[in-house]
């Protein structure tokens, strides 16, 4: 079988055949750090890793590009409100680049947490805003821009595809249907280029540009970063679904009219991550973050099986009962695991499978080009599992092959019981002996709590104490 995408563009399934053979350019777009991801960004982080996960599983090299918003991200996607970042630190008295800096850390290390690979190219906005200003001017030159009100704005009645990929109804943009309270706008969708008119005073990030000093749109730093990192045209875009109608069709329509030539050729979405009241989003407040799943106990790699458990497409409901069932599915395959490896079993050369293996092997590349059918790939897992007739050699090199793509760290878990000590914690285990024999059991006690707090348990069988991490 061959490997198939859901192309949001064509609204079909379709092989995947990139530009360039065995290679794939890949840009997702990235997070905008005026506060923490929430758990429904990083649904789409995690998405976005096992595309490129796969693609590398199945024989690809991946250049994945990735933004930073530092500037340019209104409050409103549609050029109304104010910038995200500068608000924050109007707010709260920092820096826009003391938060900026702050919350891109922060994402990194929720991504990090998740096993989410780091992107090849990682570009902040406020480093490329000469390459927007180039873009723009681009744009100008083909007039498809217009200055009003002291912005530069892209009309969109001159790129006849406007809005295809969205399936916007073109009677609907002309009307002005929408209510749009920019009076500066020709066509209520024509969004903006360049700001240099602030509704805010003291707006922090200014650069010098042709129509003035301002600040680049949200919408004309992908379009510039990815043809700068990836070239004019590429192979897979990525983002939410909610990117579909505005975001990505403004990045459509810019880089198309500046280059006269198709942009991306397959553009993958995710579904929303639901909570009770609807979409998770920042701007409705009290929303989960990372970190509030491991205050309350749980793993990031949790979460990541939970996420794995349903396909991109569909919507996920979160909830505190959902994630307990996708823990004890994620520890029992640890124990699993930890069964075999405590037997002395070790993996099989991936090469060496016998027919029923490579069988399994297959299924599960083929839940994967089945569009990254990952509940399925973990019905695979599951069933390789319970089969009684692998051999335990097998079984691990499948699981340590799938984990290219599932992510859930198998191949870290250490054989259980093979805690090596260092010379100091020989030598209390010595005087602990020692102390046992001569019924000092404080003393005895107190070097055992020592261990416990590093996360160990001494078990003293006939042959002397064992040492194993906790949980074995
Ligand atoms: P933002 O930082 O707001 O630009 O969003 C980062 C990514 O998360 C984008 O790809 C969004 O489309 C995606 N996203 C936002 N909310 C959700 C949600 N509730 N579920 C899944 N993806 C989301
Ligand atoms: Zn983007």
Not at 1 to 21: I, K
Not at 22 to 44: D, E, M
Not at 109 to 134: F, G, K, W
Not at 180 to 203: A, G, I, M
Request: hydrophobic fraction near 35%.
């Amino acid at each position: 079988m061959a490997l198939q995408f859901f192309n949001s563009y064509t609204r079909t399934l379709e092989e995947f055949t990139p530009r360039n053979d065995k290679t794939v350019s890949f840009y997702a777009c990235g997070p905008t750090v005026y506060n923490y991801a929430h758990i429904g960004n990083l649904r789409a982080y995690v998405f976005e890793d096992v595309l490129r996960r796969t693609l590398e599983y199945l024989g690809y090299s991946v250049t994945h590009v990735m933004n930073i918003t530092d500037v340019g991200h209104l409050t409103d996607n549609a050029d109304e409100g104010e910038d995200k970042i500068v608000k924050r630190s109007r707010e709260s008295g920092e820096s826009v680049w003391d938060i900026a800096r702050f919350y891109t850390d922060a994402f990194f290390q929720d991504t990090d947490r998740l096993n989410i690979y780091r992107p090849s190219i990682a570009c902040a906005a406020t480093e490329h805003v000469d390459d927007m200003i180039a873009l723009i001017k681009r744009l100008e030159e083909k007039g498809y821009t217009y200055t009003a009100g002291g912005n530069v704005y892209f009309d969109t009645s001159k790129f006849a595809d406007y809005g295809k990929m969205a399936l916007l109804d073109r009677q609907e943009q002309q009307a002005g249907a929408r209510v749009d309270v920019d009076r500066n706008k020709r066509h209520p969708r024509d969004f903006v280029l360049w700001f240099t008119q602030s509704k805010f005073e003291n707006h922090i990030m200014l650069w010098d540009s042709p129509w003035g000093r301002g600040y680049p749109g949200w919408h004309i730093e992908c379009s510039a970063m990815s043809m700068k990192y990836l070239g004019e045209q590429f192979d897979i875009h990525c983002g939410g679904i909610d990117h579909i109608p505005v975001h990505h069709t403004n990045e459509i329509a810019q880089s198309e009219a500046a280059t006269g030539k198709q942009w991306v050729r397959y553009w993958l979405h995710n579904e929303f991550l639901l909570v009770d009241s609807g979409k998770m989003s920042k701007s409705k407040g009290g929303f989960l973050t990372l970190q509030s799943l491991i205050d309350e106990g749980y793993d990031p790699l949790d979460y990541r099986y939970f996420l794995l458990g349903a396909h991109y497409r569909t919507q996920l409901r979160f909830s505190f009962e959902n994630l307990k069932g996708a823990r004890s599915a994620r520890l029992s395959l640890e124990d699993k695991l930890k069964e075999l490896l405590s037997a002395g079993e070790s993996p099989l050369d991936i090469t060496e499978l016998t027919e029923k293996s490579r069988n399994y092997r297959e299924s599960f590349h083929r839940d994967l080009e089945a569009d990254l059918n990952t509940p399925r790939a973990l019905a695979t897992v599951w069933t390789v599992l319970k089969d009684k007739e692998l051999a335990a050699g097998e079984v691990l090199a499948l699981l340590y092959d799938f984990d290219h793509v599932l992510g859930l760290r198998l191949s870290e878990i250490e054989t259980p019981g093979k805690y090596q000590l260092s010379e100091e914690e020989k030598t209390l285990l010595e005087e602990r002996n020692a102390a046992r024999k001569e019924k000092n059991f404080t003393r005895a006690d107190e070097i055992r709590d020592y261990f416990s707090r590093k996360g160990l348990v001494l078990k003293d069988t006939p042959d002397g104490t064992v040492v194993n991490p906790a949980g074995v």
